[in-house]
């Protein structure tokens, strides 16, 4: 009788591991174009990092750039005239730390409550197409990276030319002859060479002699 109840399922053994050995549709992974940098991206036009004040006064000054905005210029000169004598208003003056950081504010709130049709029209086409909004975030990372890169670099050939002028022995150098100038006497020489150009000089010179050595060398 077992023996009959294994043969019967046998068959449904079978077709469930046909079933289950299907290999799994492969997802077809999407190829992206790689971006060719040529110019630097626009800045972006409504980021600007606060100043170190407090919370109170970082209000007060956007608050005074946003009436400033709409009411305009005419405004600006009341508040000034009525608020001269306080000093919470001190960055209402031109010479002022934060008058830059003010005027960049009535700026940037005169586009959002005035905009420009152009300004539209590009908020229109990337509302309709997040594609190209995503090709220019896509852009600002890849030129993010590769200021880093220039950046990194500029860093390791400055290291490597500190590293270079340490490795000049000084004491190499001995005093020939030394000249004496009278004060009244006047000449056309060349002004005093300090240390640091020296050395830069000198590890020019280095450079000057493995490139003749190694032109030298090739066929």
């Known amino acids: 009788w077992y023996q009959r109840r294994v043969r019967a399922s046998a068959p449904v053994i079978k077709a469930a591991n046909v079933v289950t050995s299907q290999a799994p549709t492969k997802k077809k992974v999407p190829v992206y174009e790689p971006i060719i940098l040529k110019e630097p991206p626009p800045e972006p036009i409504f980021m600007l990092d606060p100043p170190s004040i407090s919370a109170y006064e970082l209000d007060v000054l956007k608050l005074t ?5 709409k009411n305009g ?3 600006l000169q009341t508040l000034i005239q009525k608020e001269q004598k306080n000093y919470i208003f001190d960055f209402l003056r031109p010479q002022h730390g934060h008058f830059q ?3 960049k504010l009535v700026e940037q709130y005169s586009k959002i409550l005035l905009p420009e049709s152009l300004m539209l029209e ?3 086409l990337e509302s309709e197409t997040p594609s190209k909004l995503l090709d ?4 600002k990372v890849e030129w993010v990276k590769y200021q880093e890169r220039v950046r990194k ?3 390791d050939d400055a290291e490597k030319e500190r590293v270079s002028f340490a490795q000049i022995d000084w004491h190499d150098f ?6 004496d100038f009278p004060v009244e006497e006047l000449g056309e020489l060349p002004p005093p060479v300090t240390p640091d150009e020296l050395g830069a000089r000198l590890i020019a010179q280095e450079r000057h002699e493995r490139l003749k050595i190694t032109q030298g060398d090739m066929p």
């Open 65 to 69: 750039a946003q009436f400033v905005a």
């Open 73 to 75: 210029k005419t405004f």
């Open 101 to 103: 950081y003010f005027t």
């Open 122 to 124: 590009n908020l229109r």
């Open 136 to 139: 220019k975030v896509l852009y």
């Open 153 to 155: 670099k500029e860093e």
């Open 174 to 179: 001995v005093v020939v002859e030394t000249i």
